[in-house]
């Protein structure tokens, strides 16, 4: 069991292809992950969360959490405003992701990973394409992520809908643009990991 705060990194979607995408994801990269995280809505309490999350043998840990479209604070917002802000929980980043939900505030993303792959500076949408113009085009609007904007994420990493992106994301490719988006965090938080190439 750990001593020190547990790493994890947020990701802001649970349902089942996603969690599916995660957890191979986890797998590949050395990561642990908390698979009872996913859901749609999030199915448990940020205080469980928290009592799995330190029960993990090493970190960082992959935790999932997902509002099923809420425009309001639902179950996985809730959730993660527990966990990010639990004193044995250090947040290396999130994973922001993309979708139709409007009347959000959204989240201001440090880079996003495009549907091609690419690290961009602007947001994405739900498909992966870049946004280029307007004064949002670095604002992720998600259902799960405005409480991002409330608690402390060094690296914000936008991305579309985990494990689709119109095939681009698909698990059987390897789930490319999702795992880009953990890998960038890990690069930016200086965190090592046993991945596979």
Excluded: W
């Excluded at 547990?6 to 957890?23: F, K, L, N, S």
């Excluded at 440090?110 to 394409?129: M, W």
């Amino acid at each position: 069991m750990l001593a020190a705060k547990v790493r994890i990194i947020i990701v802001t979607d649970g349902d089942r292809c996603a969690q599916h995408v995660v957890e191979n994801i986890a797998t590949d990269l050395g990561l642990r992950c908390i698979s009872a995280s996913a859901g749609n809505p999030t199915p448990i309490s940020g205080q469980e969360i928290v009592e799995l999350v330190k029960t993990v043998p090493h970190d960082p840990v992959l935790v999932m959490f997902d509002d099923r479209g809420r425009r309001d604070k639902g179950k996985g917002e809730t959730a993660m405003e527990y966990v990010a802000s639990h004193p044995d929980i250090e947040v290396l980043g999130a994973v922001a992701v993309a979708s139709n939900t409007t009347g959000i505030r959204g989240v201001a993303a440090d880079a996003s990973v495009s549907g091609e792959g690419v690290v961009v500076d602007n947001a994405v949408d739900k498909y992966g394409q870049e946004k280029t113009t307007g004064r949002d085009r670095t604002i992720i609007n998600g259902d799960t992520v405005d409480v991002l904007n409330a608690v402390d994420v060094p690296v914000i990493i936008g991305v579309g809908d985990i494990g689709k992106m119109d095939k681009a994301d698909d698990i059987r490719r390897g789930a490319p643009v999702t795992r880009k988006a953990i890998e960038e965090i890990l690069k930016r938080s200086g965190v090592s990991y046993a991945g596979k190439p």
